[in-house]
């Protein structure tokens, strides 16, 4: 088999921080080998319009400890497009990228597949914070976010308490609650509301409140996914039932900036490094993972029609925490 030339690298759909760790390593790792790597600006729709330029090792100094994505992301209604997906493959063509590494979720993946199908060779990486594809342990940025949360949450305690307040925190999660429940277990909240579980305010909210505060105690915590929303709400009705001073807030995306920790910077450049790995020895239209706590890769078919179910023990766990 001939060695592969020339690849590139892009990262799509919402920004995650690692993204630039992956990109890192993608590069360094391209160049050891001998491989010259091309980058491509605001994801698919940069491909589409040869938003297209050589890097080397050099390119990607000081962005380690960076969070966002230092190639952009940027949605692409085109590229969803069969002509869409043909001029991309010609535009990648045309620059002799033989190879490419996506660094994104699963819409992401779509494009990559529907690439591989059009001749140019994709791998995939997945990074975004919700933590909501199926065929991985990890993605990259969910430990970052999940520590922003963490941070946040310990603060507006710190406050709550000195007041005797319930607090609710809407956390990122449109259709996964990974988030909202983990910082439920590190934050001690009372309350978790998450998309995978349908819930009673009576029972689910207000009671352990109530029964918190009847054990003697000072700050009450309800956190909720933004895909149940309604935090707002939310806390007007508990301090309407309960007369507790409630407030609300919503994290929003500071969830996705920030430097990314240890796990976050090591891992990306570990799935970073078996991508560019994996085009080297002629694979396409897979997927770098993690699986049993070790990376590997899987078909991009196989890794879309898995789907994450949240652990019936975390929420287990929440609920006794709580007491």
Request: glycine letters at 12%; a negative charge.
């Amino acid at each position: 088999m001939e060695k592969i030339k020339k690849i590139g690298v892009l990262t799509s759909g919402g920004d995650a921080p690692g993204m630039n760790a992956a990109v890192r390593s993608v590069v360094r790792t391209a160049v050891y080998n001998g491989i010259e790597v091309m980058g491509i600006r605001k994801g698919y729709n940069g491909l589409i319009n040869g938003d297209i330029f050589e890097m080397n090792a050099r390119s990607v100094s000081e962005t380690l400890q960076r969070g966002g994505t230092v190639l952009q992301t940027a949605r692409s209604k085109e590229f969803a497009t069969p002509e869409g997906v043909a001029r991309a493959a010609e535009i990648a063509k045309i620059f002799g990228i033989e190879g490419l590494v996506v660094i994104g979720g699963d819409g992401s993946f779509r494009g990559a597949r529907d690439l591989a199908k059009a001749g140019i060779r994709t791998i995939g990486i997945p990074a975004t914070i919700d933590n909501d594809i199926g065929c991985t342990e990890y993605c990259i940025g969910y430990d970052t976010a999940l520590n922003t949360v963490k941070d946040a949450i310990d603060k507006i305690r710190d406050t709550a308490s000195s007041h005797e307040r319930s607090s609710v925190i809407e956390v990122m999660g449109r259709d996964a609650g990974y988030i909202a429940v983990m910082a439920g277990i590190a934050c001690g909240a009372e309350a978790v509301i998450i998309p995978e579980k349908k819930f009673d305010f009576d029972e689910d909210v207000l009671r352990p409140i109530i029964e918190g505060k009847n054990r003697g105690k000072s700050h009450y915590l309800v956190i909720v996914a933004e895909g149940v929303g309604g935090a707002l709400e939310m806390a007007e009705e508990i301090e309407k039932r309960t007369g507790i001073e409630t407030t609300a807030t919503i994290l929003g995306h500071i969830q996705r900036g920030g430097s990314p920790t240890v796990d976050d910077r090591v891992y990306a450049s570990e799935m970073g490094l078996k991508a560019v790995e994996a085009l080297m020895e002629g694979k396409s239209n897979r997927l770098i993972v993690m699986q049993d706590h070790k990376i590997t890769d899987i078909d991009i078919d196989e890794g879309l029609a898995m789907k994450k179910e949240m652990n019936p023990d975390l929420i287990r766990l929440c609920k006794i925490m709580s007491w």
